[in-house]
Structures are given as structure tokens and as C-alpha cells.
């Protein structure tokens, strides 16, 4: 599930660099990590004996160690996520598609995949990856934990852009659909 450490952190970066891999909307800020979800912010920085932790501006008591804050933040972000089930992402976050999948940068610039292969075990049929209503302008994947879901804005994505959909926002739905048929897969029309 997660990675194991039984190291010491030289620097609060090196926590930030460990974290960073596994939690969303985290940055570093003035020597502090900082992890916000929904209307919840923990903030964790280095102290003498350890780390000190702030959850929505108030310290929380105690100092944590090294292996402890990382699971102490993993936990924080768990709890948290425990009711979501539909990640929203623009579609010009999406980088690259190929038969296997889609993969979309987040807002902080970091790669994830969708597997075609996951979506279709949790589709309606063996090979219904996503649902798509181009009334509403969207694709949402049946990824296992959460559906990630593409919103298609009136905006026009020129070739210079990271997207792999360039042109309208029809143009760039009609895209999407073509590559998962062409990759063997369907997607489940609700429009």
C-alpha cells in the first residue's frame, strides 16, 4: 500500500520529497509542508525533537517522528478522501493516451494513469471503460476508487498546449471517444 521508511529526514524538503508521491494538493512553503483538502489544512514543520503539526491553524499537541509524520500525513489525506468518489479534471489535462489508457497532469504538474484494463472491471460491461453525456460535455472513467471525471470547457486548445486533444471543445470530446474506441474499449453514452 504504502512505502516503509525507517529513515531520518535530514531536511523537511526530503519529508516534502517522501509525501509528495503520495498526496495531492501539498506544497512547501517558508519551511513548511503544507497539505490542504476540502476546507482542512495540516501544516508540518520541523522542530527540535521533531515535527510539530498545525491542523487548520492550531497546534496540535506533541512532537512527531520521522516514520510517524509520514503516516500521520497519509492518514490526514485518507480520512479525508474517506466520502470522495468523482475527481473533476479539465480535458486539457490530459498528456497522452494509448491502448492501455489515459494519462492527465494534475495542478501540480504530476503525471497519473487511468487503466482501461481497471475502468472495464468496474464498468457496466467487460469493455465499458467511462460514461459520457456530450449535453453536459464530460467522460467520467470507472476508476476503483474514485471516477475521474473530464469536463470539456468552451475553450480552444492549440498545438503548443501539453493536451494531446487539441481544437474545439467538440473536436476534443469527439477525440476522447475515438481513442477508446480505437483502443478496443467503449464508453457508455448517456446523452
Known amino acids: 500500500m504504502y512505502k516503509v521508511y525507517h529513515r531520518n529526514y ?3 524538503e526530503e519529508l516534502y520529497d517522501d509525501l509528495s508521491d503520495a498526496v495531492l494538493n501539498i506544497s512547501l512553503e517558508n519551511n513548511k509542508i503544507i497539505i490542504h483538502y476540502n476546507s482542512d489544512t495540516l501544516e508540518i514543520e520541523s522542530c527540535q525533537w521533531g515535527y510539530h503539526t498545525y491542523l ?3 497546534r496540535e499537541a506533541g512532537e512527531w517522528e520521522d516514520q510517524d509524520i509520514y503516516f500521520y500525513a497519509l492518514e490526514f489525506v485518507h480520512e479525508q478522501q474517506k466520502g470522495l468518489t468523482e475527481l473533476e479534471m479539465n480535458d486539457t489535462s490530459i498528456v497522452h493516451i494509448i491502448n492501455e489508457g489515459i494519462t492527465y497532469s494534475d495542478e501540480f504538474d504530476r503525471k497519473h494513469f487511468i487503466s482501461y484494463e481497471d475502468c472495464a472491471m468496474n464498468g457496466p460491461t467487460a469493455s465499458c471503460v467511462a460514461e459520457r453525456d456530450i449535453t453536459k460535455w464530460y467522460f467520467k472513467f470507472y476508476s476503483s476508487s ?9 475553450l480552444f486548445v492549440f498545438k503548443k498546449s501539453n493536451s494531446l486533444l487539441v481544437g474545439g471543445k467538440r473536436k476534443r470530446f469527439e477525440a476522447l471517444r475515438q481513442a477508446i474506441i480505437d483502443s478496443g474499449y467503449t464508453s457508455y453514452d448517456l446523452s
Open 10 to 12: 535530514k531536511s523537511i
Open 56 to 58: 487548520n491553524g492550531k
Open 146 to 154: 474514485v471516477s475521474i471525471k473530464f469536463m470539456f470547457r468552451s
